[in-house]
């Protein structure tokens, strides 16, 4: 059957067939940076990473790109409270965002455009819908033609004569019907802005994404995706520009996950429980919180709190030292035992329930039972009086095989031992020399997600752990 997903766009799961065989082009909403990331920021960031490893897994190449809003009216507000310009506050954030995702276990995307760089393709994307009658310019601001894309609405799966409901012009815009969305603003004094065929200004937050995927993935994609809050109205205003323009599916799946609560309370800074990852990666592992968030399946609800915190913290240790444990007794295992062939059959039963569970629509919480399960067997194995290293190095195979695919790294680090760091540095240097650079910023993020800093001098590379 292959990989299934839940498509929001159908309401169901279907089964996934690329656009190009072996290939999947897939889009996920990166953040506005204007501030450190929340926790809830890092969910889409952890599932839709685990979404791309496991494609990667059974052989395809992915194109993945992720943006940075990096001009908008909260890194305008921003930069005047901090007395600094909007580009200086993006630079930071931008880098401050990598830091926290890349400890999170997340890859860099292939692509991660930004918006003060794409300019001329927005202005460009504007300017052929107004010529194909589909947006218009008012007083310096452009915008969209809501009620002439006649199947507005079916990504939330509403109608124009439900959205009419709720419709309303706010003070200072200058549509034509309510339900218009912008596409360009007009420059406010003082504001940054950049030079347009309406004047100056800056792009509305929708049209960014319909014109950077379609420069870096095509006009049509296999896989759109981001937050349960984007789907209304972002996604559906990406359809309706993208759609517009170039008369084609804009994309074939749309994957949305859910909701994070705190202490069963939504999250927001009225209510004092506002979570950064900047903060609470500096008081747990990393790992754990990545573990945490695949616990659940990604379109569900997740609700964060200290006790469940606590459960998935004890889960994670249990596996942690199940592989530890191997890590120790294969040093003193022999070369065969008799039932090694039963003991490596229940292994690969186990990896073949773990492609069962990320076949169903990438259900991570199905593919952890999956970890528990080599676990125990591990702990089983190891009540043996004989051990074999065949077995005992399947085990640990099993589990590196398994938790890279989701991200999830359980060697504690205590145990990298410094002729392991020293290997890795090494496999960095030579990809350098092969100039295969993305190989090296991988092995890089990895250590540096092991505090493990990385110190060039004059007689060459030497490390130390912060």
């Known amino acids: 059957?292959?990989?299934?997903?839940?498509?929001?766009?159908?309401?169901?799961?279907?089964?996934?067939?690329?656009?190009?065989?072996?290939?999947?082009?897939?889009y996920v909403c990166g953040p506005t940076v204007y501030n450190y990331i929340h926790i809830g920021n890092s969910r889409p960031a952890i599932v839709f990473d685990t979404v791309r490893r496991y494609f990667e897994y059974r052989g395809f190449e992915v194109n993945f790109v992720s943006n940075f809003t990096d001009v908008d009216d909260k890194l305008i507000k921003a930069a005047n409270e901090m007395n600094s310009d909007v580009p200086t506050i993006a630079d930071?954030?931008?880098?401050?965002?990598?830091?926290?995702?890349?400890?999170?276990?997340?890859?860099?995307?292939?692509?991660?455009?930004?918006?003060?760089?794409?300019?001329?393709?927005?202005?460009?994307?504007?300017?052929?819908?107004?010529?194909?009658?589909?947006?218009?310019?008012?007083?310096?601001?452009?915008?969209?033609?809501?009620?002439?894309?006649?199947?507005?609405?079916?990504?939330?799966?509403?109608?124009?004569?439900?959205?009419?409901?709720?419709?309303?012009?706010?003070?200072?815009?200058?549509?034509?019907?309510?339900?218009?969305?912008?596409?360009?603003?007009?420059?406010?004094?003082?504001?940054?802005?950049?030079?347009?065929p309406w004047g100056n200004g800056r792009p509305g937050w929708h049209i960014e994404c319909s014109a950077m995927?379609?420069?870096?993935?095509?006009?049509?994609?296999?896989?759109?995706?981001?937050?349960?809050?984007?789907?209304?109205?972002?996604?559906?205003?990406?359809?309706?520009?993208?759609?517009?323009?170039?008369?084609?599916?804009?994309a074939n799946y749309w994957m949305h996950n859910g909701y994070i609560n705190i202490d069963n309370e939504k999250m927001s800074k009225s209510?004092?429980?506002?979570?950064l990852v900047h903060d609470i990666?500096?008081?747990?592992?990393?790992?754990?919180?990545?573990?945490?968030?695949?616990s659940v399946h990604y379109r569900h609800?997740?609700?964060?709190?200290?006790?469940?915190?606590?459960?998935?913290?004890?889960?994670?240790?249990?596996?942690?030292?199940?592989?530890?444990?191997?890590?120790h007794r294969i040093e003193s295992s022999t070369?065969?035992?008799?039932?090694?062939?039963?003991?490596?059959?229940?292994?690969?039963?186990?990896?073949?329930?773990?492609?069962?569970?990320?076949?169903?629509?990438?259900n991570t919480a199905n593919a952890i039972s999956v970890l528990y399960q080599v676990a125990r067997i591990a702990n089983q194995y190891l009540l043996e009086t004989h051990t074999s290293t065949a077995v005992l190095q399947e085990i640990l195979n099993t589990f590196t095989e398994l938790t890279s695919v989701l991200g999830v790294n359980i060697v504690k680090e205590e145990e990298l031992l410094d002729e392991e760091i020293e290997a890795l540095i090494e496999k960095r240097n030579e990809a350098r020399k092969a100039r295969d650079f993305k190989l090296a910023d991988e092995i890089r993020d990895q250590l540096k997600a092991l505090n493990i800093i990385i110190e060039d001098t004059p007689q060459g590379i030497r490390w130390k752990r912060g």
């Open 1 to 26: 059957m292959g990989i299934q997903i839940y498509n929001t766009m159908s309401r169901k799961k279907e089964n996934f067939v690329p656009l190009e065989e072996g290939k999947v082009k897939m």
């Open 92 to 196: 930071k954030f931008i880098n401050a965002y990598f830091e926290d995702v890349h400890a999170l276990g997340c890859k860099s995307a292939t692509h991660h455009p930004r918006v003060m760089e794409n300019m001329d393709i927005i202005i460009d994307f504007i300017v052929k819908l107004i010529d194909k009658g589909y947006a218009y310019e008012s007083e310096g601001d452009v915008y969209f033609k809501t009620r002439e894309f006649k199947t507005y609405g079916k990504l939330s799966q509403q109608s124009i004569e439900d959205l009419r409901l709720g419709e309303r012009i706010e003070v200072g815009e200058k549509k034509e019907d309510p339900l218009d969305f912008a596409l360009w603003k007009a420059a406010k004094p003082g504001e940054i802005y950049w030079e347009s």
């Open 213 to 250: 995927a379609k420069k870096y993935l095509g006009e049509t994609i296999d896989i759109h995706a981001g937050g349960q809050d984007l789907s209304f109205p972002h996604h559906e205003n990406e359809i309706a520009q993208s759609e517009a323009l170039n008369d084609q599916t804009f």
């Open 271 to 275: 209510l004092g429980n506002f979570v």
């Open 281 to 294: 990666i500096k008081q747990i592992d990393p790992m754990l919180l990545r573990f945490f968030m695949l």
């Open 301 to 327: 609800p997740i609700n964060y709190s200290e006790e469940l915190l606590q459960d998935v913290k004890n889960g994670f240790e249990r596996i942690q030292t199940a592989y530890q444990n191997v890590t």
């Open 335 to 362: 070369n065969l035992t008799e039932n090694d062939d039963k003991w490596i059959s229940e292994l690969a039963e186990q990896k073949a329930e773990f492609v069962k569970a990320m076949d169903d629509d990438f």
